[in-house]
């Protein structure tokens, strides 16, 4: 059997192959890079392919990190290994980023390791693994704190962390093993581990979902706009929640917007920027954009919040020089057809039976679009 892994939780994107069979790697790419994984991570998977002679048909398992690491870094792995999963039909294997790095330090099953990345915030995220056993869980701990749990006579010490924690406790010996995760240590830990439900992103540091630096005023004082990021998620699965009869979830949002060419706008407002009223999220594939969901805030939907969210993605466009905007809408959504339509957007086809509504009974979806040249 082929075993798939991939990862992309920290400063490092990789993607390998492991031929359970003859128990080796027989592709891997791995390359450091503090962002851009979401763009690099399809290609990697085609190259380990490819260089194994193989197809995804050929592949019988996959594995991930799951964290932790940066919120959108974990996402971006662990959404592409469940997309892969469910359109493969295939089982999912999750690994901490923690116990890749652990197992990768030399005679592991005979040692007491600590694994720690550097979290920033004077924060740490590790864990103790004494002969192979893990024990107590990842934790997300302040350095000092890092660096008295850790303190055990001949501990090795890996990860990004090493050096601020060696230079607190003289007791920990440092590892040359990789300071960051492999995808070939993921792939060969999945090969003798069974799907234990389903796999979800370990996070040991809440997200801020508060809104902050202003990137766009209109309307100075009233509505503010800023980028949303995937910490944004729960906050936006929230106001989703108030509009639709099928709302996405927060995990549904951040996986969306983990996707390259997708982005964001989340109106905010203007006198407490940390109140969100409303978003728009969209996504530009070959010099067009399309619109995937825009929502807004029940007791804010007096204040203009869509139009303003509307207007300021339509400068963006024309900024990033999109030819064309488009969507989808059911027939049934007269407030939001005539919105669209008093922004410029018509109607250009028709789904039938596209939509199914809180009765059961089935609705067209109207296509429509603006053209920006």
């Not at 503090?34 to 002679?53: F, S």
């Not at 949303?228 to 699965?237: G, N, R």
């Not at 639709?244 to 920027?273: E, H, K, V, Y």
């Not at 993605?313 to 024309?318: F, R, Y």
Request: net charge negative; hydrophobic share 45%; with cysteine.
């Amino acid at each position: 059997m082929y075993i798939l892994g991939v990862d992309t939780t920290q400063a490092a994107c990789s993607a390998a192959i492991y031929d359970t069979s003859r128990k080796r790697i027989c592709a891997r790419v791995w390359q450091e890079m503090p962002r851009g994984h979401a763009e690099a991570l399809p290609g990697m998977v085609m190259t380990v392919l490819d260089e194994a002679g193989l197809s995804f048909s050929d592949i019988g398992k996959l594995a991930t990190t799951i964290g932790p690491g940066t919120f959108s870094g974990v996402r971006i792995g662990l959404s592409a290994a469940r997309g892969f999963a469910l359109a493969l039909d295939l089982p999912l294997v999750g690994v901490t980023s923690l116990e890749a790095i652990a197992t990768a330090v030399e005679d592991y099953h005979n040692k007491t390791v600590v694994a720690a990345f550097d979290a920033r915030r004077g924060e740490v995220y590790v864990q103790v693994f004494v002969n192979g056993d893990a024990s107590p869980p990842p934790q997300l701990l302040s350095v000092d704190d890092a660096a008295a749990l850790c303190d055990v006579p001949d501990a090795v010490i890996v990860g990004t962390a090493s050096e601020m924690l060696a230079e607190l406790n003289p007791h920990l010996h440092m590892s040359q093993a990789p300071a960051l995760p492999d995808a070939a240590i993921i792939a060969q830990l999945a090969s003798d581990r069974a799907p234990s439900g389903p796999v979800q992103p370990l996070y040991l540091r809440k997200a801020d979902a508060k809104a902050q630096v202003p990137l766009l005023h209109i309307e100075p004082g009233k509505l503010v706009l800023v980028e949303a990021m995937p910490a944004h998620s729960e906050v936006l699965a929230a106001i989703h929640a108030q509009g639709f009869a099928n709302p996405w979830s927060a995990q549904n949002i951040a996986s969306c917007l983990a996707t390259p060419g997708t982005c964001a706008l989340l109106a905010c407002d203007g006198r407490d920027n940390s109140q969100p009223l409303g978003f728009i999220i969209y996504r530009d594939v070959a010099g067009e954009r399309e619109i995937l969901t825009l929502a807004v805030r029940l007791d804010a939907r007096r204040r203009q919040v869509a139009s303003f969210l509307i207007k300021a993605m339509t400068k963006n466009a024309i900024d990033q020089n999109i030819a064309r905007i488009f969507l989808e809408v059911s027939e049934n959504n007269f407030a939001a057809k005539d919105l669209y339509a008093k922004s410029g957007y018509k109607q250009s086809g028709c789904r039938k039976n596209y939509y199914t509504e809180n009765d059961g009974q089935k609705s067209d979806a109207i296509l429509m679009q603006h053209d920006l040249k």
